[in-house]
């Protein structure tokens, strides 16, 4: 295995928002023509304006947006105002997911800036090819629909100009394919209400005119500067205790099997029927010294953001499921695939008692785990019996259940999306108002399962990504400076105050440790000793995979690649645990209840490849 010291690193993102407007609702003004970028959408038929269209032939496109004629100090203040932010006397909205900084919109407006000069430059849309390519312009070359190829016309995905496009690129039976579209990039997403479209003509609006005035209201960046690294000598007894207490030894003392691990001793023995990845062509090199990784499933599609798998290995979730709109979950133990009804973002509790997915019907969907292990499922649509749909859940989600009382917990924070690809790892937009949102839900084992019990939430100024972990006692956050570089993570315990009744009435939680490594949004093992991650090489990567330094020539073709991390709580080391190739990324690692890590492997072509990691085991 690879050690090497934490860096800085900077990165890019998805745009997203959430949650409602804040503030009055917005006057869009008076707007007479349609707007499109300068010489590109052809000439507009005067008359066919006034009806709300242009001509488009046998069926003529809706308009898009309207101009809105405010002045640039007034329309900056309700475009942000809308988005969320404070200054503007916003709330919720995209500060629900962003912290709403100059950064945050000068990186929203470059991809609100080439949406509009591509995917939107044609909007009257008169011929079939032209709508495929409008669509085309919506994915990458997978086929999967991103937020961050809209922009801020994301806002508007569901509005009647994406439903004609659809139709005309797909004909009879177009629905399927937008919604599709319209899980993969509908924002604010499900269960918040869509922007209207007097709204949209307002944020639109700001943003092509290049967001004037955007410094007159947000205040000058700020931020935590540089990331220092400590470990407070309380993690070494939380960890202790953690190895004793957390749910890596209650799942063994409860007799929770783990996937893969009939005959074996220990759990370094388990899994040993999956080949190794250096039996395959692909999989030479994958390994770290003394480590092994076992290919649990080639994935014959194209998986969505996210991977997560049961506490006890068997079941594997993602978004993506190859036939079209949908997330998926493999069931290991019968080689299936299950498709669902949700688009993407799952999580397992660590009880293996319950799991989450975004997307679905009804915004977010809670189920039981006995759903996916009750008689042999083929389809998973949570209309199940226990599955519920519970409020105020945001995206990118994580969860833990506390072992004094059976809690279920959710935590909510500012995030970045990270759907995988890109050279450098995801800014992390947040800011002085930042913070984590812990929802408490209560298994009641009956009708529907899980209960909603009750939501505290605390500022955690500059920090995004939040996890918590499987045992509820801590808390990290990913550390980003005013521009959203990631500078590192911060630990935090989890102090909760219960009223009479055992509710949490509040929440404090100090911060004791600060890890200054880059990388994407962490995980923790289940006995609370290790965070994992992923990171894509930078120049200062050049030495620790094998280089003499940035300026070596065979490094070039590693830049941008994506490795696993594991990161000691204790110690505050950083290890290395895999040795991807050009073009290569591991993605998404997590724990399973025993320690194996499992995540994602993309090679450049299909399949995508399912991998487990003994690497925490042997370091213990």
């Avoid at 809670?366 to 949570?382: E, Y």
């Avoid at 859940?393 to 500012?414: A, I, K, M, P």
């Avoid at 290569?584 to 320690?595: I, K, M, V």
């Amino acid at each position: 295995m690879q050690f090497r010291v934490g860096h800085v690193i900077l990165a890019l993102s998805l745009v997203a928002c959430g949650g409602d407007g804040g503030g009055a609702p917005i006057d869009a003004g008076d707007a007479g023509l349609i707007d499109a970028p300068s010489g590109d959408a052809g000439p507009v038929d005067a008359s066919s304006v006034d009806a709300g269209v242009v001509d488009a032939g046998p069926e003529r496109a809706p308009i898009l947006r309207r101009p809105v004629a405010l002045p640039d100090d007034e329309l900056a203040r309700a475009a942000l105002r809308l988005m969320g932010a404070r200054e503007a006397g916003g709330s919720g909205s995209c500060h629900d997911c962003h912290g709403i900084t100059r950064a945050s919109i000068g990186h929203f407006r470059a991809l609100s800036d080439t949406a509009w000069s591509t995917c939107f430059s044609d909007l009257e849309v008169r011929t079939q090819a032209a709508a495929q390519a409008v669509v085309a312009c919506f994915q990458d070359p997978a086929r999967r629909y991103h937020t961050a190829s809209l922009g801020v016309f994301a806002t508007g995905a569901g509005f009647e100009w994406f439903r004609f496009v659809f139709r005309r690129a797909f004909g009879a039976g177009w629905e399927a394919e937008y919604e599709r579209f319209l899980q993969r990039v509908r924002q604010p997403p499900l269960p918040y209400a869509e922007f209207s479209q007097d709204e949209f003509n307002v944020l639109t609006e700001w943003f092509l005119r290049g967001t004037p005035q955007v410094d007159a209201v947000l205040p000058p960046p700020d931020g935590p500067g540089m990331c220092t690294g400590y470990v407070d000598l309380s993690v070494a007894s939380i960890v202790a205790d953690g190895a004793a207490t957390g749910w890596g030894a209650r799942n063994a003392e409860n007799g929770i099997l783990m996937h893969g691990c009939a005959g074996a001793t220990n759990p370094r023995g388990c899994l040993a029927e999956y080949p190794r990845v250096t039996s395959r062509a692909y999989g030479v090199g994958w390994e770290t010294p003394g480590t092994q990784q076992r290919i649990l499933y080639e994935i014959p599609y194209s998986t969505s953001y996210w991977t997560k798998s049961s506490a006890d290995g068997r079941f594997v979730a993602h978004g993506g499921n190859g036939a079209g709109s949908g997330a998926s979950i493999i069931d290991l133990a019968r080689g299936v695939v299950l498709p669902t009804s949700a688009a993407y973002d799952p999580s397992f509790f660590p009880d293996n008692e319950g799991f989450m997915f975004q997307g679905a019907p009804g915004g977010t969907a809670l189920c039981p785990q006995s759903v996916l292990t009750a008689g042999m499922p083929s389809r998973i649509t949570f209309a199940e019996a226990g599955c519920s749909n519970p409020v105020g859940v945001g995206l990118y989600q994580h969860v833990g259940t506390s072992l004094d009382g059976g809690d279920h917990w959710v935590v909510n924070s500012v995030w970045a999306g990270d759907p995988g690809g890109g050279l450098v790892d995801p800014p992390v937009f947040s800011d002085a108002g930042s913070s984590v949102t812990l929802l408490r839900y209560t298994n009641t084992g009956t009708g529907t399962a899980f209960e909603d019990g009750g939501r505290v939430s605390v500022v955690t100024p500059w920090e995004g990504n939040a996890v918590i972990s499987p045992t509820m006692r801590l808390l990290v956050g990913q550390l980003a400076d005013a521009s959203g570089a990631p500078l590192g993570y911060v630990l935090h315990r989890i102090d909760l105050t219960r009223g009479a009744d055992g509710r949490v009435t509040s929440a404090a939680l100090p911060e004791i440790a600060r890890y200054c490594v880059p990388g994407g949004k962490a995980a923790f093992s289940l006995d609370d000793r290790w965070l994992v991650t992923h990171h894509r090489a930078t120049d200062a990567d050049a030495v620790d995979l094998g280089f003499t330094g940035a300026d070596d020539p065979a490094f070039a073709a590693l830049r941008g690649v994506s490795n696993v991390y594991l990161i000691d709580l204790v110690t505050g080391r950083e290890t290395r645990v895999t040795n991807m190739r050009p073009g290569q990324e591991a993605l998404f690692p997590h724990f399973r209840s025993d320690g194996w890590i499992y995540f994602i492997v993309r090679t450049g072509a299909l399949p995508e490849v399912l991998v487990a990691s003994d690497a925490a085991l042997v370091l213990r």
